[in-house]
DNA sequence: TTGACATATTCAACAAGTTGAGTATAGACT
DNA sequence: AGTCTATACTCAACTTGTTGAATATGTCAA
């Protein structure tokens, strides 16, 4: 029912097409949703027959035509429940926990690989996020939505400065195991690699 | 093919049965991996369907029956592989989040509400994982895998003390708005609520 | 002795997410 | 003239994840 959820949300805003909802998803959402179009179709057909949207068709010229989705009361009504009900956070599944987890069995080299291949994605993301941060929040003159719109790209901004940390962390791990077991090492370095 | 990998990492640790996989699951990656025991068994008979896998059966005393699996050469050449292979950030899917977003659309105190549940649930399972490295990483006696096991715990401490901060960061947010909505507040702590 | 708990696995149905193709119009670029 | 991109939606097949029930044995405690 997640997805139905966050689709209830735009349209709270503002009624919307499929399309519409998927470029918002894309855009501002995909810090912490992702959905692909047919999945945002499909969602809106059933979400209809809930009963929870309608649609006008739109005619438009020089473009194809739209349905236009927009709340109906019970709609309303359910995204107000939802919003009040708690939410759960989400299951975390993280392949690069399960090769650290294993590292014992692999090449350090191996391990230093997949860590540093992912410190590099999220400080991608996050030169994106902090340009987005530049662009579109100016520090005096945000909206009151665009204040709540700015919380949710701080977690964003929060969760991949977190994992370059973490990333970090195991990254000097590796080098002062590696320093502890060549001969030319510093002797006194090795143990207490974390605390 | 993602749970297949998890499987095939407890594997390469020690042969074991889709119930005792299941308990490691729970008990040792649950941190930022889980699966029923439904899914492994699935899982289990795919992945031998593929060759990764091979089992006999081990007849117990007192207990039923039970299907001892190990990797095959195919399937230890199947991890390697992965291993190897560059992992994606998993998909974030969070309703707390979209609920923010859109806090512009509801009363504060919701919004205070469903962050402080949240927080709360963060804060939980921050104790229990102190609890954890507490109990079973003794700073200076660790073995190679424990070590490694360790660094996958800090990401899980690291990530729900995480959560803990920018639910603060909302909640004083919030606290900042009431304030200088309401007429007895201090006039010139309105501004700049984040930065 | 009855019921809860741990061990150990299977089947069925469904919901959610992914992948890929297909249909259409229209403007812009080459 | 042909291709690319943007708009706008649909259908089908598949994988993955969730929920609930069913089966079977043995131990331990109320």
Redesign the pocket.
């Known amino acids: 029912?997640?997805?139905?959820h966050a689709i209830l949300t735009i349209l709270t805003d503002t009624p919307s097409?499929?399309?519409?909802?998927?470029?918002r998803f894309e855009e501002q959402v995909s810090c912490f949703w992702?959905?692909?179009?047919?999945?945002i179709?499909?969602?809106?057909?059933?979400m209809e027959q809930q009963g929870w949207l309608q649609?006008e068709?739109?005619a438009?010229?020089?473009?194809?035509?739209?349905?236009?989705?927009s709340l109906t009361a019970a709609g309303r009504q359910e995204w107000q429940r939802w919003y009040t009900a708690p939410t759960e956070p989400t299951?975390i599944?993280e392949d690069l926990l399960v090769k650290v987890l294993a590292g014992a069995h692999v090449a350090p080299e191996q391990v230093r690989q997949a860590v540093l291949l992912r410190r590099h994605r999220h400080a991608q993301q996050l030169q994106l996020y902090r340009r987005t941060e530049a662009e579109e929040f100016p520090p005096n003159a945000m909206t009151r939505s665009q204040q709540f719109s700015y919380l949710t790209l701080r977690r964003g901004l929060r969760y991949e400065q977190d994992w370059l940390a973490w990333c970090d962390e195991v990254l000097t791990f590796l080098d002062e195991q590696a320093a502890a077991d060549s001969p030319s090492a510093l002797p006194d370095t090795s143990a207490l690699p974390l605390q």
């Open positions: 029912m997640a997805l139905a097409s499929g399309y519409d909802i998927g470029k992702k959905a692909s179009s047919q999945q179709y499909r969602e809106l057909t059933k649609h068709v739109i438009q010229t020089g473009k194809p035509d739209k349905k236009l989705y299951p599944r």
